[in-house]
C-alpha cells in the first residue's frame, strides 16, 4: 500500500489560483470516485475540504474544488486568501483489503 | 454534532502494547454507514491510515501494521479502541481517531476527527 504522489510544496499570490495533484494508481484514484481532500493548519486535526472528487461538505467555501482524471485527482484553490496556508492532503478509497491510502501532502504557502 | 475524543497514555515504553481508546458523543457509534477509524500522523510528517472497525465488529487493517493491531469496539459505552503491540521508535505519533462516512456504500471520507493525542514511544 504506497502513499498518493503529491507535491511537497505549492505556492501562490492572494487572490490567484493554485492546484494541487494527486496521483495514484489503476487500484485507488483510477479506480474509484472516493477521493477526499483534507486541510491541516499546524497542531490542528485535519479538516474535510471535498469528497467524492469533487464535493463539498456544508460551510466549506466554494474556492476550493475537486477534479479527477484517470489515476489523478487535483485540488484546486482559487481566489487563495491567508487563510489557506496550510497542509493538504488527499485520500482515496482502495477497495476492501486495503480501504483507504493518504496522499504524501502538500504545503500551501501564500507569499 | 458528533465529537470524537482520543485518551490513553501519552508515553509507552518499547516492546510494550499502546493502548488508545476513542469515546464518541452526539450519535450513536452503533449505528451502520460508518467506519470508525484511526489514523496516525508521525512528527512532522503525513497521515497514515491505520485501521477501522464497523458497528458490526468487522475491523480492516493497513496491511503493513496488521500483525501488530486490534481494533475493538464497545457499543454500549459508545467508544472503540486501538492497541498496537511490540510498539518502537518508529510508532511515536499524534493519533487520530475518526469516523469515516460511509452511508449508502459510497462516500468514505472522514467527516468528524478527535483533537489527536500524541503517544511517544520511549523508556
Known amino acids: 500500500q504506497s502513499a498518493l504522489t503529491q507535491p511537497a510544496s505549492v505556492s501562490g499570490s492572494p487572490g490567484q489560483s493554485i492546484t494541487i495533484s494527486c496521483t495514484g494508481t489503476?487500484?485507488?484514484?483510477?479506480?474509484?470516485?472516493?477521493v477526499s481532500w483534507y486541510q491541516q493548519h499546524p497542531g490542528k486535526a485535519p479538516k474535510l475540504m471535498i469528497y467524492?472528487?469533487?464535493k463539498r461538505p456544508s460551510g466549506i467555501s466554494n474556492r476550493f474544488s475537486g477534479s479527477k482524471s484517470g489515476n489523478t485527482a487535483s485540488l484546486t484553490i482559487s481566489g487563495l486568501q491567508a487563510e489557506d496556508e496550510a497542509d493538504y492532503y488527499c485520500?482515496?478509497?482502495?477497495?476492501?483489503?486495503?480501504?483507504?491510502?493518504f496522499g504524501t501532502g502538500t504545503k500551501v504557502t501564500v507569499l | 454534532q458528533v465529537q470524537l475524543q482520543e485518551s490513553g497514555p501519552g508515553l509507552v515504553k518499547p516492546s510494550q502494547t499502546l493502548s488508545l481508546t476513542c469515546t464518541v458523543s452526539?450519535?450513536?457509534?452503533?449505528?451502520?454507514?460508518?467506519?470508525w477509524s484511526w489514523i496516525r500522523q508521525h512528527p512532522g510528517k503525513g497521515l497514515e491510515w491505520i485501521g477501522n472497525?464497523?458497528?458490526?465488529?468487522?475491523?480492516y487493517y493497513n496491511p503493513s501494521l496488521k500483525s501488530r493491531l486490534t481494533i475493538s469496539i464497545d457499543t454500549s459505552k459508545n467508544r472503540f479502541s486501538l492497541k498496537v503491540s511490540s510498539v518502537t521508535a518508529a510508532d511515536t505519533a499524534v493519533y487520530y481517531c475518526?469516523?469515516?462516512?460511509?452511508?449508502?456504500?459510497?462516500?468514505?471520507?472522514?467527516?468528524?476527527w478527535g483533537q489527536g493525542t500524541l503517544v511517544t514511544v520511549s523508556s
Open positions: 475518526a469516523r469515516e462516512n460511509a452511508l449508502y456504500g459510497s462516500g468514505y471520507y472522514f467527516d468528524y
Open positions: 452526539g450519535g450513536s457509534i452503533n449505528s451502520g454507514g460508518y467506519y
Open positions: 472497525i464497523y458497528y458490526s465488529g468487522s475491523t
Open positions: 489503476s487500484s485507488d484514484v483510477g479506480s474509484y470516485n472516493l
Open positions: 467524492e472528487v469533487s
Open positions: 485520500c482515496s478509497y482502495a477497495g476492501s483489503s486495503t480501504f483507504d491510502v
